[in-house]
């Protein structure tokens, strides 16, 4: 947990610093987070909580750093999608993800039960959030469809992990 307090630490420390970076960190942070597999070493989530009332202190817009997760999570999404439809079936026994059959299966039941709305639910739940795009590929979900959900799940996700930080320095005129 120490790596982990210091990494976020060190991302942190970096935006702070370098406020006008903020949008291009957001953006790689949630790219991370989206991606299948990358997701489970790069603790994103837990660093875009704590960016969101660094910028907001900072005097940085939120709009521009909302926009950056926003499309950071979308695209990582869309990766794993194509990874997904791609690779099909062979998925299951292409490393690296091969290495995590349990993550797989789990998003595989949790997209045959709810659908196109397992693309949306998925983005608000971490060990499903990378996982529900590549089935969603697998499956071949209509790409259009898919992209409506990731795109609308994105903006929210991104409002939600942002929005509460800001709006607290905000509130607290810090």
């Not at 406020?19 to 949630?30: G, T």
């Not at 039941?109 to 996982?131: D, E, I, K, N, Q």
């Amino acid at each position: 947990m120490s790596e982990l307090h210091a990494y976020a630490r060190e991302v942190l420390s970096f935006v702070t610093a370098h406020a006008h970076y903020a949008p291009y960190v957001a953006f790689l942070l949630a790219f991370c987070e989206s991606l299948a597999i990358v997701s489970l070493v790069v603790p994103a989530t837990f660093v875009l909580l704590g960016l969101s009332p660094v910028i907001a202190a900072g005097g940085v817009p939120l709009l521009p750093v909302w926009a950056a997760t926003a499309a950071g999570a979308a695209l990582g999404d869309t990766v794993s999608y194509w990874v997904g439809f791609y690779l099909k079936g062979s998925a299951r026994e292409r490393w690296p993800l091969n290495r995590f059959p349990q993550a797989l299966a789990r998003g595989e039941r949790f997209f045959l039960r709810f659908g196109t709305f397992s693309v949306f639910l998925g983005r608000f739940s971490g060990p499903l959030r990378a996982f529900v795009p590549l089935v969603a590929g697998m499956f071949a979900m209509p790409h259009f469809l898919f992209q409506m959900v990731n795109i609308t799940s994105a903006m929210l996700w991104a409002l939600l992990i942002l929005g509460p930080g800001a709006a607290a320095v905000k509130a607290l005129g810090w």
